[in-house]
């Protein structure tokens, strides 16, 4: 299920009211009675805001509960309910989530208690509005905070389960960023923190992204010539090179590795030029 495009959804309060008609009610009865009145108050809100988050995460055009930072509602409900890469469990999600917030965003006690009331109703929701959670923090006044969070869980999930992040995955991952209103750098700021060796696949084939299909083979037959293990072999051998059984293993090696850097690099670019340059 969607929400309509234009449809004007605002951020709703908490509600305190509760608390209020609490202490006037208990006003007759001194102290104890305010004490008494606040508390069941207290009750009373905490039911009407939990309320609320509930019907944010599951019903079709309800507003957005209280949020410690602008967004933060859509990015909870996007990453526990998304259908990320490497996802886990849900519990890992929410505990990966409610870690990274606390570390980037400088939550105080409240806000961190306002943030697993959040995830427990996103968690717990039985339709994931995905569509509308996207929209909402694409356009989400002064989000930005929530969405740079958002990308960094993106990329910590993977990182969790690899040392490495493939291609394909990266591509998954930016769409998914893409469509919640990030733009590439942000998402590439993300990649950089969870995987600083990552090389983009046009940065590895030197071209600038965006080249069609026929400069992506050119760049490519270059290269491979150039940096095919058997040719290194045999520029060693030319240049005479003198070098031990483990070093010529080692090297070796690393030029294995490289080539198959740069091949899988390739076979990326060529399933996707023309249909999907990265711009």
């Known amino acids: ?38 508390l069941i108050g207290y009750m009373v809100d905490e039911a009407r805001n939990g309320g609320q988050r509930r019907r944010y995460f599951s019903e079709v055009g309800a507003p957005r509960p209280q949020e410690s930072r602008p967004g933060l509602a859509p990015a909870a409900g996007l990453a526990l309910r998304g ?79 690899a040392d490495a992040l493939s291609h394909e995955t990266d591509e998954l991952i930016r769409q998914g960023l893409a469509d919640a209103g990030l733009g590439l750098e942000a998402a590439r700021a993300a990649r950089a923190a969870a995987f600083p060796d990552y090389r983009d696949p046009w940065e590895i084939l030197g071209l600038e992204p965006g080249t069609g299909a026929e400069g992506l083979k050119r760049a490519y037959r270059r290269l491979s010539r150039r940096r095919h293990p058997d040719a290194l072999a045999a520029q060693a051998l030319e240049a005479g090179a003198e070098v031990g059984a483990a070093g010529g293993e080692e090297a070796a090696a690393r030029a294995a ?15 996707r030029i023309p249909l999907h340059p990265e711009k």
């Not at 590795?257 to 399933?271: G, T």
């Open 257 to 271: 590795l490289d080539f198959a850097e740069l091949k899988d690099a390739y076979d990326f670019l060529k399933r």
């Open 1 to 38: 299920m969607s929400r309509p495009e234009e449809e004007n959804r605002d951020v709703k309060g908490p509600s305190y009211f509760g608390r209020a008609a609490g202490l006037a009610a208990g006003l007759a009865g001194g102290w104890y009675g305010m004490a008494a009145g606040f």
């Open 83 to 161: 259908a990320w890469p490497h996802a886990g469990s849900p519990a890992n999600r929410r505990a990966l989530f409610a870690a990274l917030a606390r570390k980037r965003l400088r939550l105080e006690r409240k806000e961190e208690k306002d943030l697993e009331r959040l995830l427990e109703a996103a968690a717990e929701a039985e339709e994931a509005l995905l569509p509308a959670f996207a929209r909402d923090l694409s356009g989400a006044a002064g989000g930005e905070a929530a969405r740079r969070l958002l990308a960094d869980f993106a990329y910590a999930l993977s990182r969790r389960k």
